[in-house]
């Protein structure tokens, strides 16, 4: 543990919080993409299946828990709850696009062929494109609400302090995981645009609008 891990882990929470908190304030889902949501989910639970094998310590095994509550709960509001507000029809990503790739490239590039090593594996490949679904939503509606620009701002803060969390241990551990630290900064690549959009406008008390799709 280091201070780029903890804080990587609070901007995380306070992302996933900051949406829920959105859904149950405006009882809406407007502008926050599902299919993201569900990426996520499957995200937590084939990484964290190690909590029924493997406790590291309670820190570890309380944000593991609260992570995959807290997915399950998000893809509950958008898909049952408030169903009805639900915006389908710009949350069209085709998934398989992701999955496919992500699940054949877990099988080829992983630590071991084992199968939860390949679900850990699959869950770090898939996470750092499960946002596309999200960012290509906003292309397509051409505008974001305020709030869920924040949510986007801290989970890509996240990523890019678990990238200083890695240089961190790469100094200090001689500890470098080549998949993890790959699959982070082409994450944290797709939020290049967004930041600088987040901190131009957003900041600035303008709404983050762009460019219709042709």
Request: hydrophobic share 50%; glycine share 4%.
């Amino acid at each position: 543990m280091n201070i780029f891990r903890i804080l990587g882990d609070v901007s995380h929470l306070l992302a996933i919080i900051i949406l829920l908190v959105k859904i149950v304030k405006s009882k809406s889902c407007a502008g926050i993409s599902g299919k993201s949501q569900i990426l996520f989910a499957l995200v937590f639970t084939t990484r964290y299946l190690d909590l029924f094998t493997n406790f590291i310590s309670v820190y570890n095994t309380v944000m593991k828990v609260i992570f995959l509550i807290c997915a399950y709960v998000t893809v509950y509001m958008i898909y049952v709850k408030f169903r009805k507000t639900f915006d389908s029809e710009n949350d069209s990503f085709r998934l398989e696009f992701l999955l496919v790739p992500v699940t054949g490239l877990s099988f080829l590039e992983n630590h071991s062929f084992t199968p939860l090593e390949i679900l850990w594996t699959f869950s770090i490949y898939l996470e750092s494109v499960a946002i596309l679904p999200q960012l290509f939503m906003i292309s397509k509606t051409g505008e974001a609400e305020t709030i869920t620009t924040h949510y986007l701002f801290f989970l890509g803060l996240y990523r890019a302090l678990y990238i200083a969390n890695w240089v961190w241990r790469y100094h200090t551990e001689n500890f470098y995981d080549q998949i993890a630290v790959v699959s982070g900064v082409v994450q944290t690549i797709f939020y290049c645009d967004f930041f600088y959009l987040y901190v131009t406008k957003v900041l600035k008390g303008k709404k983050l609008s762009l460019p219709m799709p042709v």
